[in-house]
């Protein structure tokens, strides 16, 4: 038996005031949803939408947390660009919800930039993820950043017991001079034998290594890493998957695995030629073989993307995994849409089948948004379940065992749900 369960993930404004969340839906209609038989509704949360005069957009970042509350059930964290009628985007924020019944534990807000006449926003939220326990207090922490791209991007380091800050990264100051839009923050293993996980700042074509504990940079890497492959030169220490800019094929873009130790390149692959594909769009680290190392995928637009439409109108998507044992090509195919639209998240999402290779969710953001589950091994479709509006499934995230079958299962954004609300969906998923 494969069990998946979905979670969807929508919530609450937060501006000058912030308004109070809603009460999860215990039994949501889950006529608008196409699910695979055996499929049940767990619940719903809802955020705020054009008619409350608000727009939440709550799922535009998701990540899985651990158990944050000691109630013995893991958690997520769901980030949101908040709004109002107008298209005035204020701070965003975060909120840590309880994986039992979609609570409120923790909420953080963006900076207050609504005076500057642009752009009030700073995409605060977008950005968010899962980090070990650094204050030993024996509860993991989160980071949320901003979107790349507008003024003074930052990153936020927060506690998972009580959310206070236990660090700042912004684009350009501090530890990252001459480094921009840091977006990523990755564990990458005890480097410098301190007993403490050093992590991999990514940021705009660079990633700072930095030491755990001081934040002191140890060395910077050309590229943006991807997640950690193996120990492809046998110096002790893991090395980590990185893509390499420009954007375009024929600007020179590529992946390969870099040395986390000096940062040479010791493996790399050329992608597809600029007339095969335009572009890539995503990129996620997981064991898709079994042989464990972790392995990359990567999907490349077919058509130039010369305007930019959300969604896009493309139709498909070139796809490659790249071995992380040694950067060959392991199996590539042309991803399909079922009609104009773009990806959606990509993610590797661990072993749902129990055949020893990590499976892959892939979102399809067209006029009926979807998430496919496909086999690590052999890409076969395992289950897929549907929604009527076309940003279901933009963040896809696994969580742990939610509804205490000793099964994990997937939390899904679509922060578009409801004018601009968006939802959480709560969904178990069996499938023969």
């Not at 998946?4 to 999860?24: C, R």
């Not at 534990?105 to 899962?130: C, H, M, N, Q, Y």
């Not at 998957?241 to 130790?261: D, K, L, N």
Request: hydrophobic share 35%; glycine share 16%; aromatic share 8%.
């Amino acid at each position: 038996m494969l069990l998946i369960a979905l979670l969807l993930v929508l919530q609450t404004p937060a501006g000058s005031p912030p308004a109070a969340p809603k009460a999860a839906e215990p039994v949501p209609t889950a006529s608008e949803l196409e699910l695979p038989p055996g499929a049940r509704v767990l619940y719903a949360i809802d955020g705020h939408g054009l008619d409350e005069q608000r727009i939440d957009h709550l799922g535009k970042g998701l990540t899985a947390l651990g158990d944050m509350n000691g109630d013995g059930t893991p958690d997520f964290l769901a980030g949101s660009v908040s709004g109002v009628p107008g298209l005035t985007q204020e701070r965003g924020f975060a909120e840590v919800r309880s994986g039992k019944d979609g609570a409120v534990l923790l909420r953080v807000d963006g900076l207050d930039r609504s005076t500057k006449e642009a752009f009030g926003g700073d995409g605060f939220g977008i950005r968010v993820g899962a980090l070990p326990d650094l204050d030993g207090d024996g509860v993991g922490e989160f980071f949320v950043g901003g979107e790349p791209g507008i003024e003074a991007p930052y990153l936020k380091v927060y506690s998972g017991k009580g959310a206070a800050v236990l660090r700042v990264f912004t684009s350009g100051e501090g530890q990252l001079q001459g480094l921009y839009d840091p977006y990523d923050l990755r564990p990458i293993g005890d480097l410098d034998g301190d007993g403490r996980d050093d992590f991999a700042l990514v940021c705009d074509s660079k990633t700072c290594v930095l030491a755990g504990g001081s934040w002191k940079p140890l060395r910077v890497l050309d590229g943006e890493c991807v997640g950690r492959s193996g120990d492809f030169d046998g110096d002790g220490a893991r090395d980590v998957f990185c893509r390499f800019q420009g954007w375009r094929p024929a600007e020179g873009c590529s992946a390969g695995i870099v040395s986390i130790q000096n940062g040479r390149v010791l493996a790399k692959t050329k992608f597809p030629d600029a007339g095969s594909v335009q572009r890539w769009s995503w990129a996620s680290a997981g064991d898709a073989n079994g042989d464990g190392f972790l392995d990359a995928v990567f999907f490349f637009y077919d058509s130039p993307r010369t305007t930019w439409t959300s969604p896009a109108k493309e139709r498909r998507f070139l796809a490659q995994i790249v071995s992380g044992k040694d950067a060959t090509v392991l199996r590539e195919w042309w991803e399909e849409l079922e009609t104009e639209g773009d990806l959606g998240d990509v993610r590797f999402v661990g072993d749902l089948d129990g055949d020893g290779c990590d499976e892959l969710a892939i979102g399809h953001a067209t006029g009926q948004g979807s998430v496919s589950i496909l086999s690590g091994k052999d890409g076969k479709r395992l289950v897929r379940v549907a929604s009527k509006g076309w940003s279901f499934g933009v963040r896809v995230a696994r969580l742990g065992d939610v509804d205490g079958d000793g099964c994990g299962e997937l939390a899904i954004g679509e922060h578009e749900h409801g004018k601009c609300a968006g939802r959480v969906w709560v969904i178990s998923l069996r499938n023969p």
